[in-house]
């Protein structure tokens, strides 16, 4: 068996498009401001990729950038001031900030309405409590790609591997509310290879590179590497260990080209959701 390839970059063009789609037919554009802080390269180029999606699919959209010495209580300000402004119905605010500003504050700073990345302790509590509200953009993306590999969740193991706020602890509350059975590993899961090989679906969203090996694979399980890692060589990877698990896996989403464009698709998806929320429309 060879696994077949999960294409992030085909489903996240196509929800794109359907987005740019029903934006058309408002009559009206949904507005997302991004909030960078400071210099950090990479997310230079996610949020002008952002920027570039969003004004594709019919969003206004803008990036506010501010200087690396903001103080948090500057960058509060900002967010305040756009959460009163009635034209924007999206804010994000780019991580990681500059180590002097706490993303906590950040990010609760967010009014929970406009808070598309999902991250809002209001928003996490209302997934966390089967209630709708705003979920963030790289689980729900995994989400996507499972149900267009065609993966039962119903009844289905699950494994998400890390427990971050942003990602692994919304995904399984995302596959716990597809009935799926759900566990939660961690740095400190005993017999983690145990644990992923009872499986039927993989989320590997831990942050080292080719953790998870092909021999931890239940034949027959859909595998989604949520890992973007940079090695020294420059090549990107994911958290699994790709060729090793093609044998095992029914399929998987590569690095790169799996869950990391449907992030930003995503984003999109949840603009318009707190857009036509918000406007009662
Ligand atoms: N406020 C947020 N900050 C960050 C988030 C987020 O969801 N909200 N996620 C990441 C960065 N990110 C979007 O912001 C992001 C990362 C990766 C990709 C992507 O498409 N990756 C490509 C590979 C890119 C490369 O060549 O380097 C892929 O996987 O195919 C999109 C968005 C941290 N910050």
């Known amino acids: 068996m060879t696994a077949t390839l ?7 063009a196509r929800l794109r498009a359907g987005l740019a789609t029903r934006i ?5 554009a949904p507005g997302l401001v ?3 802080v400071g210099e950090d390269p990479a997310s230079g180029v996610y949020v002008r990729n952002k920027d570039k999606a969003a004004r594709e699919a019919g969003f206004a959209s803008r990036t506010r950038h501010l200087p690396e010495a903001t103080t948090e209580a500057e960058l509060l300000a900002e967010i305040a001031a756009l959460n009163a402004d009635p034209a924007v119905d999206g804010i994000l605010v780019q991580l990681p900030l500059p180590a002097h500003i ?23 509590g209302r997934l966390a409590s089967g209630l ?21 969740l119903r009844g289905a193991r699950a494994i998400v591997i890390g427990r971050s706020q942003i990602v692994g602890r919304p995904m399984a509350q995302l596959l716990l509310g597809a009935d799926c059975t759900v566990t939660i590993a961690h740095s400190r899961t005993a017999d ?26 239940k034949p027959g399980a859909v595998v989604i590497d949520v890992g973007i890692n940079r090695l020294e060589s420059g090549k990107l990877v994911g958290d699994v260990a790709f060729t090793e698990a093609l044998p095992h896996a029914r399929a998987i989403t590569p690095v790169p080209g799996g869950v990391g464009p449907m992030t930003i698709a995503c984003l999109l998806e949840n603009t318009l959701e707190a857009a036509l929320a918000r406007r009662g429309a």
């Open 6 to 12: 999960i294409d992030g970059k085909a489903v996240a």
């Open 24 to 28: 058309a037919g408002l009559g009206w």
């Open 34 to 36: 991004v909030v960078r």
């Open 102 to 124: 706490r993303a906590e504050a950040a990010i609760e700073a967010v009014d929970p309405a406009k808070d598309v990345d999902g991250f809002h302790p209001v928003n996490a």
């Open 132 to 152: 709708p509200g705003l979920v963030p953009c790289t689980p729900r993306g995994a989400m996507h790609l499972l149900a267009g590999a065609g993966a039962t």
């Open 192 to 217: 983690l290879p145990g644990e992923c090989r009872r499986a039927d679906i993989v989320v590997a969203a831990v942050g080292r590179p080719e953790m998870v090996r092909g021999d931890w694979i």
